[in-house]
């Protein structure tokens, strides 16, 4: 009799030993679940959320899923399904714990490993469409209606937060050979005006002008003047633009975190300095710049580095060199969440707790009232110099902390725009009377 019920459970493991995290998860690990499926008669339900732990407490640098048990069932001192359901239990609770405590960073200045390497460049040349609406763009929150132009498909700056990589193939970087053409037959209505971005599928700057990429996009915004071309980056890869003519419609904007963030999350990145000695390299230029708070992470110390940040920035520019900042956080699609897991990355990203925001996964609604809340507040000499909006955050966020909030995303839309054309145009003039 002992010996069918091993064969039935040998029977529901091989089921289960398929699933993608398992197969993924190191040999110890791996061997740990199983000994412990077999010893506890595990369901499929509970191997399976038994591995998903195993996975986060390996990318948060925990102790081993094997180890918690071993040291759970000594207390208990028995092995009946009783037994089973308290260690589970006891787990799980862990877990949790761990997600909703701030996030610890080890301080010590360096890069954490990633198992990923860097991706490779391959050149496409086909009738994919590179023009359309941004990718997260939602109802269910307040949009800014920006376009997007996908000059590539995919980074290789190895964000562990990306959701990029769920979109795209893996490991290789697929670069427009014919982007030209492709912008040239876009059509635009000529009386409605355009915010456009080429930082959404890939970083707009880190590939420089592979395959006359930039090129083509500076004759774009040459050829439109009725658009506002944003390009978005993590490099520090400025030099094209710095010897272009660059058509003062365009403006170059930074994500931007704190540099314990950056070494942790932000694998192949350019620091914090270089990125804000790129933008200031630029502003001196005479092209205007953004900054992007997104995302704004909640972790042990987030409120003073933000702060430092905050006031870093503040005051290395001035107001008329920058058209806009905006606010953003951690949001995820499940897909995305799973890829982080699949990738086995040393990652605290996912330590966190998840809450639905308009059908995606993000902090519940208090934490990200207070993140924004605070780095808000820091800027307050520029609340009424510079344009800033939140990206992918519902009514209720707008409201809570800048106290207003849109109608429609139309007006939101006319409202960034303006704002931005106007700071163009300051700039182009500044510009102008200093060379005379």
């Given amino acids: 009799m002992k010996m069918t019920k091993h064969l039935d459970y040998q029977k529901r493991f091989d089921s289960f030993s398929n699933y993608e995290l398992y197969q993924n998860l190191e040999k110890g690990s791996r061997n740990a679940i199983k000994d412990i499926g077999r010893k506890y008669q595990l369901t499929y339900q509970e191997l399976r959320q038994l591995t998903d732990m195993a996975v986060d407490f390996v990318m948060w640098d925990e102790t081993s899923i094997g180890k918690q048990w071993n040291n759970e069932e000594k207390s208990i001192q028995h092995s009946d399904q ?155 890869n400025i030099g094209y633009l710095l010897q272009a003519a660059v058509p003062r419609n365009i403006f170059v904007s930074w994500s931007l975190n ?104 993000s902090y519940p609604m208090e934490t990200k009232k207070k993140i924004f809340s605070v780095v808000w507040n820091t800027f307050q000499p520029w609340h009424d110099e510079v344009f800033f909006y939140f990206c992918m955050e519902d009514r209720q966020v707008w409201e809570s902390v800048f106290g207003r909030c849109y109608e429609t995303n139309d007006d939101f839309e006319k409202d960034l725009f303006n704002n931005v054309s106007n700071k163009l145009q300051i700039k182009s003039e500044l510009l102008i009377s200093q060379i005379n």
């Avoid at 940040?309 to 520019?317: N, Q, W």
């Avoid at 920058?322 to 040393?346: C, D, E, H, N, Q």
């Fill in 82 to 236: 009783l037994a089973k359901k308290k260690i589970l239990g006891s787990i799980y609770n862990n877990w949790e714990k761990l997600k909703e405590n701030a996030t610890n960073y080890d301080s010590n200045g360096s890069k954490r490993e990633y198992k990923t390497e860097g991706r490779k460049l391959k050149t496409i040349n086909g009738d994919n469409a590179v023009f359309g609406m941004c990718p997260v763009a939602s109802d269910k929150t307040v949009c800014c209606n920006l376009r997007t132009i996908d000059v590539a498909q995919g980074c290789g700056l190895g964000c562990s937060y990306c959701s990029i990589q769920t979109f795209y193939e893996g490991g290789t970087i697929s670069v427009e050979d014919n982007l030209a053409d492709k912008l040239a037959a876009i059509e635009l209505d000529p009386n409605k005006n355009y915010h456009i971005g080429s930082g959404q599928s890939s970083d707009s700057l880190a590939l420089g002008n592979k395959n006359g990429i930039l090129d083509a996009q500076l004759d774009f915004a040459r050829n439109n003047p009725n658009i506002i071309l944003e390009f978005k980056t993590k490099s520090k």
């Fill in 258 to 361: 704190p540099q314990l963030f950056i070494d942790h999350e932000e694998a192949r990145t350019a620091t914090i300095e270089q990125r804000l000695q790129a933008a200031r390299q630029l502003a001196d230029a005479g092209i205007l710049v953004g900054f992007h708070f997104h995302p704004i992470v909640y972790y042990s110390g987030w409120d003073a580095d933000y702060y430092d940040l905050v006031k870093r920035l503040m005051a290395m520019f001035s107001v008329n060199e920058v058209g806009l900042i905006s606010f953003g956080t951690l949001t995820f699609i499940k897909p995305a969440i799973k890829a982080l897991r699949k990738g086995s990355m040393r990652s605290k990203i996912l330590q966190m707790p998840f809450a639905d925001a308009a059908g995606k996964i």
